[in-house]
């Protein structure tokens, strides 16, 4: 279940479906560390569903996502074999199959079994005891992540800034970093300190969020998910709720945290940041890859017709 | 006109002064503040349990189905239960639901003021626990995105975020609830507490005139819930000018 390659994030065949709606038709891509991919693509193309299926605001119908050499999407780990194998109803089975066909063996008997049983078929079963219990912890522990330590590691900026409402821009940045990193207050407040300084918004420490403009917010919002020193970061079009006047500040500051080795995933409808710091573009339409390069090959030779297409009415 | 003046001052000295009736209505007054502070209380304890109960059942449920086991059974049965609790506190009345309490849950216990807090608090649960469903669902959504993209458990960003925000709504709703309440708790006189109706109505039996104390028991509640519901709009209002 490990890749060779590590990939910081490794994406595999994901699929999303809203009821009968197709958002997600089978995506796969890996992100290195201190790599900055943008995403582009119509609007509805399905872009912000995958940004948020990477930290699992949306569950994935199909697919893995994976951090590291750490599973985040939930397969369920009843279905490995070795659990499998300890379940009363594959004894069950295995005894009526063995029964049935004195001739076959225990191994192939097992491999179809594995085949045929399904998650459902064990969820009446699931307190079987502490072999069982132990070895699912042991295959989970060895082969997940739990989705609030992966979030904790995946940080994520949002189009509308989420800011919380009810908490002073300090507490904002450290509230995170204290609960559930136990950094001391100290410790949190200078780390937030020294992040609001490099945004030059210090002197905004102890103003509440509907003090701010749209740029400061979203400014403070980065600042926020940095302040958990994730291993990258998520962006779904950070400057799209902006005033023109504002998308400047916010692009220059995304710019400098690129240029610092971050690891990015930006959603954006600006090319002229796709081109400027973009390590790799993708664009997605229709729930799928269609393109992907870097961007000197991306924008000055695209290949798929609806890609020039987009391009020739986003480029004017 | 003279005549009927002096009648009631007469009616007024009989009802309040003679035998020192108006502390009656003081001792009823406070036992009606009592039940109902407590009961409130009570009814938040209660509130609070089944909104989080329900919303996290809500939120919850699509991704706990699919794995199943027991976390969804327990949480799919608390949901019944407290649809359950919903559907009969507010499908029966009050009286009736104050006089099972008294003669057949707790038959035994000498202790009516608790009686009836405790089912006063029940009744009250169930609206609460409405005002605050609708706290949480008013709560913009992203705040709790936000919350659980930092790494915080739904617990947590309920604790931290959303249950704060929710606050500033719900609390004069609150309030109101307390308003009501005072006015509700007028009924426990059934199960022979000595609140401020009983009061006046004992009144009433000793000296057999009813205008009197039963008008002065009405200008009491009358004017605890003007006064009650003026604070609640200026804490509204408070609410609502700050900033945060
Ligand atoms: N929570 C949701 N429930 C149902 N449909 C959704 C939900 N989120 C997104 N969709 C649908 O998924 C499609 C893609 O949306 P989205 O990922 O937001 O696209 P983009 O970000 O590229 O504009 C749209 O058709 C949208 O209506
Ligand atoms: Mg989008």
């Not at chain 1, 179809?112 to 049983?117: A, H, R, S, Y």
């Not at chain 1, 290949?303 to 986003?314: A, G, I, T």
Request: aromatic share 10%; proline share 3%; net charge neutral.
């Amino acid at each position: 279940m490990t890749t060779e390659k590590k990939a910081l994030v490794k994406v595999d065949g994901l699929y999303k479906y809203f009821g009968s709606n197709r958002v997600l038709r089978g995506i796969s891509a890996e992100i290195d560390k201190g790599e900055v991919v943008v995403v582009i693509g119509p609007s509805g193309s399905g872009k912000s569903t995958f940004l948020r299926c990477l930290n699992l605001l949306e569950e994935p119908t199909y697919g893995e996502v994976w951090l590291e050499d750490k599973l985040v999407t939930p397969v369920d780990p009843y279905l490995h074999a070795d659990v499998i194998e300890l379940s009363k109803t594959y004894q069950k089975l295995f005894a009526q199959h063995k029964s049935a066909h004195p001739g076959a063996s225990d191994e192939s008997i097992k491999e179809e079994l594995i085949k045929k049983i399904k998650v459902e078929d064990l969820l009446h079963e699931k307190h079987e005891g502490k072999a069982y219990k132990s070895l699912m912890k042991k295959i989970y522990d060895e082969n997940y992540i739990n989705i609030n330590l992966a979030r904790q590691k995946i940080g994520m900026v949002f189009q509308q800034f989420n800011l919380f409402e009810n908490l002073t821009v300090i507490d904002n940045i450290t509230l995170a970093p204290m609960k559930l990193l136990k950094m001391s207050k100290e410790d949190a407040t200078k780390k937030a300190n020294e992040l609001l300084e490099r945004i030059g918004l210090l002197d905004k420490a102890d103003a509440y969020p509907v003090q701010l403009s749209g740029g400061q917010k979203q400014r403070i919002a980065i600042v926020r998910a940095l302040a958990m020193d994730p291993d990258v970061l998520l962006f779904d079009e950070p400057t799209s709720a902006l005033d023109p006047e504002m998308v400047g500040e916010v692009l220059d500051v995304m710019k400098e945290l690129a240029k610092s080795g971050m690891t990015m995933v930006v959603v954006t409808h600006e090319m002229g940041f796709a081109k400027e710091v973009a390590s790799r573009v993708i664009f997605i339409d229709e729930g799928v890859i269609m393109e992907e390069n870097t961007p000197e090959e991306f924008f000055s030779n695209p290949q798929n017709p609806r890609l020039r297409d987009f391009l020739s009415k986003v480029l004017i | 006109m003279k005549e009927w003046f002096a009648d009631l001052t007469q009616q007024f000295e009989l009802n309040f002064i003679t035998g020192d009736r108006w502390t009656w209505l003081l001792e009823g007054f406070k036992m009606t503040l009592v039940i109902t502070f407590f009961a409130t209380l009570l009814g938040i304890a209660i509130g609070v349990v089944i909104a989080t109960v329900r919303s996290s059942y809500d939120k919850n449920k699509e991704s706990m189905k699919k794995k199943g086991g027991f976390g969804y059974r327990i949480l799919s049965f608390f949901n019944g239960l407290c649809g359950l609790y919903l559907t009969v506190i507010r499908g029966t009345p009050v009286v009736v639901q104050l006089l099972i309490m008294y003669f057949i849950i707790f038959a035994s216990s000498t202790n009516s003021t608790m009686v009836a807090v405790i089912s006063f608090g029940i009744n009250s649960g169930a609206y609460v626990a409405e005002i605050f469903r609708g706290g949480i669902m008013s709560v913009d959504k992203g705040q709790f995105e936000a919350g659980r993209s930092l790494g915080f458990n739904y617990i947590q960003t309920m604790r931290y975020i959303v249950i704060p925000q929710m606050f500033k709504i719900v609390l004069p709703m609150l309030c109101n609830e307390f308003i009501v309440l005072i006015k509700e708790t007028s009924i426990a006189g059934y199960v022979g507490i000595r609140d401020l109706t009983k009061a006046g109505d004992l009144i009433r039996g000793r000296t057999f005139s009813a205008f009197m104390p039963l008008i002065a028991v009405a200008l009491i509640y009358l004017a605890v819930v003007i006064i009650f519901t003026k604070l609640v709009k200026r804490l509204e209002r408070r609410l609502r000018n700050s900033d945060h």
